[in-house]
């Protein structure tokens, strides 16, 4: 279970009005739930594979599993396996936002968020991606899709956060894992959202004071430390630019 996901998806329910003891039920429930399962354990689990052999060893007081496998596409097969076993909602949750389906999910409220990924079209962007995998990676990507299955197809019950939101699992595919990579790649780069407010300042005010407060170099956008702003660069910054959403904090001065 993941707690960040966990508590998102409860703050989103809290959101879209639900009644407040509806909230402090699944409040409860959770904290209930994240208490049990983070207790200490220490377990073997063997997985035969078409393609080896694995073990997942959960050896260490905080349940961190350990992978052995006989070939490399049957420790992917294991490490889908053991997401699936800690992360299914999280690994659920995530694919639902990279893919704007959020709101299958939470409802309305997370409607703008769909229509904002939607627009993005990382969709296209990993179909490409898709197209021109190896061989050996397409291999490593389809064993950890069969590994997380795998475990879905084997549990009795879903995850606690599937029957709060009465909804099910959709098996795992390589795009999927692909849709992961492109999420993460996003959620760690600020780059587009500096080339817009450079992009702002360019259209407003010119290359020369964009290239001043933002500067590029070799073709990657990057803050250089040593760049030094001077007050009469900013005085073409009127009120009329806070108007278009760009503001610079001179300190007062």
């Known amino acids: 279970v993941s707690t960040q996901s966990t508590w998102g998806f409860i703050g989103l329910i809290a959101m879209g009005k639900k009644p407040t003891w509806v909230f402090l039920f699944l409040s409860m429930l959770t904290i209930i739930t994240l208490f049990v399962l983070s207790k200490p354990y220490n377990s073997t689990l063997r997985l035969s594979t078409i393609n080896g052999e694995a073990t997942i060893l959960f050896e260490s007081s905080y349940g961190v599993p350990y992978i052995l496998g006989t070939t490399n596409e049957a420790v992917s097969f294991a490490t889908g396996y053991a997401h699936a076993s800690d992360r299914l909602f999280d690994l659920n949750f995530r694919r639902a936002l990279i893919k704007g389906r959020t709101s299958e999910m939470f409802g309305n409220v997370a409607l ?142």
């Open 112 to 253: 703008s968020i769909d229509k904002a990924v939607h627009s993005l079209q990382f969709d296209k962007a990993v179909d490409l991606q898709l197209s021109g995998l190896s061989p050996e990676n397409r291999t490593m990507l389809e064993a950890y899709a069969a590994g997380v299955n795998a475990y879905v197809h084997s549990s009795i019950f879903l995850p606690l956060e599937f029957w709060i939101l009465g909804i099910s699992f959709e098996d795992w595919t390589v795009k999927d894992s692909l849709m992961i990579l492109k999420l993460m790649s996003f959620m760690m780069s600020s780059h587009w959202q500096i080339t817009s407010l450079r992009s702002g300042i360019a259209k407003r005010f010119g290359e020369t004071l964009a290239e001043k407060l933002v500067p590029f170099e070799d073709e990657n956008l990057f803050m250089d430390p040593t760049t030094i702003i001077k007050i009469e660069d900013c005085l073409l910054y009127t009120s009329d630019a806070a108007d278009e959403g760009l503001g610079v904090d001179l300190g007062g001065r």
